[in-house]
């Protein structure tokens, strides 16, 4: 008995020696994959938080995925992942999705590649690698008819099975019924926290007699605190002098926390999570300089506006003016030395909405009909996309503010019928689907209707239902 028990003791574990087997290392995967990311990367869409956030979130899932499999662990699901790109040819935003499924990491990095038209050639050997697990089987003992190249289909084999002894991550029903007490604790809890917070903010604001103090990112209490405890440390720590200028920087101005300091475009300043006191300090006592460029900003987005036929130039109070103002002038230099285009740029650009984007960046119509220029952009080419797309864009602006009347109606009348305390979605999400959700949900029957009352909901691209933080239901657009 003892050796049969150690016989199947020592099968298993070779079986696990085996399935944990890499014929290539991570590194081989990250430097094949290294085009993918750079189509995908959040910094190279800047100009669209939405698209920006997105990427961010499915790029993190991405590489999550795929760390998992160095070694194999037992524990990965399957899911899916949404990308958007920008087309080399229309230079439109594309949005794509790739599968993550299985435990080969060469085969998920073509499908990466291919979604975005790019080149497989320098993926490693598949043949070599071919050749290297049937080496590993031999060596962990495997009779003929096992091989470790079929583990991908066996783990999702293994994990859809488990996966149907329970219930569906989405079922929105049997999520309410187990962690509706859970939602109601959480919530009052993130009440509380949220009114010794407001306590902090408006003992600094106090102090410092800042208009606002505002969050661009979603982030933990703990985090939150520190920042604040930080400027209040900036303070203290400075000499007479610096702690005048740091207090006229912020006096009667929003104080914001995002990534980057910065002054922003409406001469409130920001203050990145990612950099030091000093880094603040600095910037507050660059303030006063940095706001006279207030009136050369307002001025230099009016002779652009001139320039394109009264188009509407958008400016993101919460971006960098020194960074904003000098995208707007690039332009504007351009424009001037092409003369005879001026005629043509006031025809096609009138009655648009224009954002000027970095250089990074490539010429595009936005999901809610702006037109984003990269300041650089040769203005032959402006003048042919502007009248290509310019009634596109229009009509894409008049569906896009329907749509969002729809959805606010829809979703009041939700709120009220179903008696949620909160109703909203993350800034990523195709709006169509948004509101046929929250018709769905209108739609529901009376016993998910009565486990509905009170609670919190947010639409989320996670597949599965789960209690948030602050007491919310994050909930998948494809809910059961």
């Not at 006191?277 to 652009?304: D, G, K, M, Y």
């Not at 998910?448 to 919190?456: D, N, V, Y």
Request: proline share 3%; aromatic share 6%.
């Amino acid at each position: 008995m003892l050796s049969s028990y150690m016989n199947i003791r020592l099968l298993k574990t070779r079986e696990f020696t085996a399935l944990s087997c890499r014929s290539l290392s991570l590194n081989e995967i990250s430097v094949a994959l290294r085009p993918f990311i750079f189509e995908v990367h959040p910094d190279r869409f800047a100009n669209n938080p939405s698209v920006q956030q997105q990427n961010e979130k499915s790029l993190q899932i991405f590489n999550g995925y795929i760390n998992d499999l160095f070694p194999v662990s037992s524990n990965i699901r399957p899911t899916k992942v949404q990308f958007s790109i920008i087309d080399k040819h229309t230079r439109n935003l594309q949005n794509i999705q790739i599968n993550l499924t299985g435990t080969d990491p060469v085969r998920i990095a073509k499908q990466a590649l291919e979604r975005c038209n790019l080149s497989t050639n320098h993926l490693p050997n598949l043949s070599k690698l071919v050749r290297n697990v049937a080496a590993a089987n031999d060596f962990a003992g495997f009779g003929p008819g096992i091989r470790t190249s079929n583990i991908d289909q066996d783990l999702l084999k293994m994990y859809l099975q488990r996966k149907r002894k329970g219930p569906k991550g989405n079922d929105l029903q049997n999520a309410l019924t187990h962690t509706r007490t859970e939602a109601i604790q959480k919530s009052r809890e993130a009440e509380v926290t949220k009114i010794t917070l407001k306590d902090e903010i408006d003992d600094l604001k106090w102090r410092t007699g800042a208009k606002n103090i505002v969050w661009h990112m979603d982030w933990a209490e703990s985090h939150m605190r520190r920042c604040l405890g930080n400027v209040h440390r900036l303070i203290d720590q400075s000499n007479e002098q610096r702690r005048e200028s740091i207090m006229n920087a912020l006096y009667k101005n929003v104080l914001r926390f995002g990534r980057g300091s910065f002054v922003c475009c409406d001469g409130s300043i920001q203050f990145g999570a990612d950099h030091v006191p000093e880094q603040w300090e600095q910037i507050c006592l660059e303030s006063s300089r940095q706001r006279s460029q207030l009136t050369n900003l307002q001025n230099a987005a009016i002779r652009l506006r001139d320039y394109l036929g009264g188009a509407l130039i958008i400016l993101h109070h919460q971006r960098s003016l020194s960074q904003t103002l000098q995208q707007i002038e690039c332009l504007i230099t351009r424009i001037k030395c092409r003369e005879s285009l001026h005629k043509e740029l006031e025809k096609y650009g009138a009655d648009t909405m224009i954002e000027v984007t970095t250089s990074y960046d490539e010429l595009a119509v936005g999901v809610d009909g702006r037109l984003n220029i990269p300041c650089n952009v040769d203005v032959g080419y402006l003048v042919s996309f502007l009248q290509e797309n310019s009634k596109k864009a229009a009509e894409i602006n008049k569906d896009m503010i329907r749509l969002q009347a729809e959805i606010e109606a829809d979703k009041d009348a939700c709120m009220r019928e179903l008696r949620l305390r909160s109703l909203d979605w993350e800034n990523n999400l195709p709006l169509p689907e948004v509101l046929n959700s929250i018709r769905r949900l209108r739609d529901t029957e009376d016993s998910l209707r009565e486990l509905l009352g009170g609670m919190g909901i947010k639409f989320c691209l996670n597949p599965n239902i789960y209690v948030m933080s602050d007491g919310k239901l994050s909930v998948p657009l494809n809910w059961i």
